[in-house]
């Protein structure tokens, strides 16, 4: 019997996903629960385990296909018995999408409990049909997972060659310059290959690719070296941030306050931190006590950590702090929460925001993490910017800017000194936020930041 799988729908209603590759192929036995793709979402890149143990009848699309959910996305000879070699097999129920057989429509699934089991006992050993392709199942899917994108020596027609870990304009990039990925060393966060990679191969290789090619000289009309503009195709976090940004400004009435001040205290304070033995390791930062000063300033101006719900007709204030953090990172802009910020102490969100960058930039963030926040920081500082007026998250009332840190002449004491000053600009959606209690609040941030040492009063 052929079973055919459709793409579920793989977290927060997303409508498509991108195969990012293919780690089977057409007639290869598979096991159930084994990874058999992985797809790249607007929010994450995601393994697809395998909901049945048999043997690869169809793939309905190719890696860089978009496909949308509830569209066939593989089709299984589930009849045949198949005995795949398993190192490694973990019984515990697992999420693996549902599946639709050639003989009966269905609806795309959320992700459930798992795929049932077609036999049991463990699997017997049998030599693979092509080596090193049918692998063991880590059943920890549905998380982001990236793999290793080193050079591998590999032949370029070897059937069981995994396509190397890198986004879809550095591809674009790489099949504009003719590079081979497979043979580009990764210089990115969890072996990503960046365009920088891509580029300084190019040019490193670029004599022996010519003498070995000899290709025609390229055109705008073909998409060339030397075409004067290159075309990428709006997938991924940036459909996904593009859509979010012009649903947000075209649907919250945005208003920006700005506020400059003299930190000088805080970045003492940060100072003296680091030198001592107890905190030294922790690397507590400037936007770590901005993200404390905000869950403070958010205990007594709840206004700023609400929604608007439109379709009940009410304002929802939230009685804790999801706190996004907006991430740059290889594939876009995105802006995981960290859940119940407003019960963490500085050293916490500390180490909570570095741990959401580094999964962020390594393309690990669940989806769940990306859905969910209350309001949001965003720090245009590390760029060496002053200001900015950021939009705000759909669903969210407020967002804070965080400028560069920079010394500045300033009236202290009642004499003019070189002070560490920054510039706050915050956002707010006017019809939950008045301007007068968007203005006390970002006064409030501002304070705390100007005087760390209040912080200890608040209960």
């Not at 092509?130 to 591998?152: K, S, Y």
């Not at 802009?333 to 019960?343: C, G, M, N, S, T």
């Not at 200001?387 to 800017?401: D, H, M, S």
């Not at 202290?412 to 510039?423: I, S």
Request: charged share 25%; with cysteine; hydrophobic share 45%.
């Amino acid at each position: 019997m052929i079973e055919r799988f459709l793409l579920p729908d793989l977290g927060e209603g997303l409508p498509e996903a991108e195969i990012v590759q293919w780690l089977v192929e057409e007639g290869d036995a598979v096991a159930l629960n084994q990874t058999i793709a992985e797809v790249e979402t607007a929010k994450a890149i995601v393994e697809i385990p395998s909901p049945h143990a048999g043997v690869v009848r169809t793939l309905h699309a190719a890696a860089g296909d978009v496909v949308d959910v509830g569209a066939p996305l593989i089709s299984f000879d589930v009849d045949v018995d198949v005995d795949v070699d398993v190192e490694e097999r973990v019984e515990a129920p697992i999420a693996a999408p549902a599946a639709a057989s050639d003989d009966e429509e269905s609806g795309p699934n959320l992700v459930g409990y798992g795929a049932a089991a077609r036999r049991s006992g463990p699997p017997r050993r049998r030599p693979r049909t092509h080596a090193g392709r049918t692998r063991a199942v880590d059943t920890a899917v549905l998380e982001a997972a990236p793999h290793d994108a080193r050079p591998r020596p590999v032949p370029a027609d070897e059937p069981g060659r995994e396509r190397p870990r890198s986004t879809p304009p550095v591809r674009a990039l790489a099949k504009q310059l003719g590079v081979d990925l497979a043979l580009v060393e990764a210089s990115g966060v969890a072996g990503v290959i960046t365009r920088g990679d891509v580029e300084a191969y190019a040019t490193a290789t670029a004599p022996a690719r010519t003498a070995e090619a000899q290709p025609s000289a390229p055109s705008p009309a073909d998409g060339g070296v030397d075409a004067r503009t290159t075309r990428i195709p709006i997938r991924g976090v940036r459909k996904h941030t593009a859509e979010a940004m012009v649903r947000s400004a075209f649907t919250a009435p945005h208003v920006t306050t700005f506020l400059t001040v003299d930190v000088t205290e805080t970045m003492d304070l940060l100072t003296r931190l680091r030198e001592e033995r107890e905190y030294r390791e922790e690397r507590i930062g400037i936007l770590a006590v901005v993200a404390k000063a905000v869950c403070l300033a958010l205990q007594r101006h709840p206004e700023l950590n609400a929604r608007w719900d439109q379709d009940a007709g009410e304002i929802v204030q939230h009685h804790y702090v999801n706190l996004g953090i907006a991430a740059a990172t290889p594939r876009g802009l995105l802006v995981p929460h960290i859940a119940d910020a407003d019960r963490m102490s500085a050293v916490a969100l500390s180490r909570a925001i570095r741990d959401l960058a580094d999964t962020a930039r390594a393309g690990r963030t669940a989806p769940g993490a990306l859905a969910g926040g209350t309001f949001s920081i965003t720090n245009v500082g590390v760029f060496g910017i002053d200001a900015g007026t950021p939009i705000l998250n759909p669903g969210e009332a407020g967002i804070l800017a965080l400028g560069a840190v920079q010394p500045r002449p300033w009236e202290h004491r009642g004499a003019v000194a070189l002070r560490q000053v920054t510039t706050l600009a915050l956002s707010f959606d006017h019809r939950l936020v008045d301007g007068e209690q968007g203005a006390r609040f970002l006064a409030f941030v501002g304070e705390l930041l100007r005087d760390p040492a209040r912080a200890l009063l608040l209960g």
